[in-house]
């Protein structure tokens, strides 16, 4: 069965950069995609960045463009998160998970849509 496990979290101040790390086991091939999402409190759950171990697209979503880069170790199974020039606003638990229905970026759906999650990492960013 498919696990992902998050790490790297963390809290740092406005400005501070974390690395998440998101490992991966359990795929039967390499024709999936892992992507990471973010919960605010009270806010529903957003969908950040992805990548695909399949076409190696990559997606990254206009809020974070520019601070955030995903990346992936094929060798280790392993996604990265690398997040630069934090704010308060990305306080939140982030969360890999993957649809295995979507092996690449390029059609990447919503939360609703995944079959498997981590169970999150908590980043605090303070002003």
């Known amino acids: 069965e498919v696990q992902l496990v998050e790490s790297g979290g963390g809290s740092v101040q406005a400005g501070g950069s974390l690395r998440l790390s998101c490992a991966a086991s359990g795929f039967n091939s390499d024709n999936y995609a892992i992507g990471w999402f973010r919960q605010a409190p009270g806010k529903e759950r957003e969908g950040v960045s992805c990548i695909s171990r399949s076409d190696g697209s990559i997606y990254v979503v206009d809020s974070v463009k520019g601070r955030f880069t995903v990346t992936s170790d094929n060798a280790k199974n392993t996604v990265y998160l690398q997040m630069n020039t934090l704010k308060p606003e990305d306080t939140a638990v982030y969360y890999c998970?993957?649809?295995?229905?979507?092996?690449?970026?390029?059609?990447?759906?919503?939360?609703?849509?995944?079959?498997?999650w981590g169970k999150g990492t908590l980043v605090t960013v303070s002003s």
């Open positions: 998970a993957t649809d295995l229905s979507i092996p690449t970026c390029m059609l990447w759906r919503g939360p609703d849509h995944m079959d498997y």
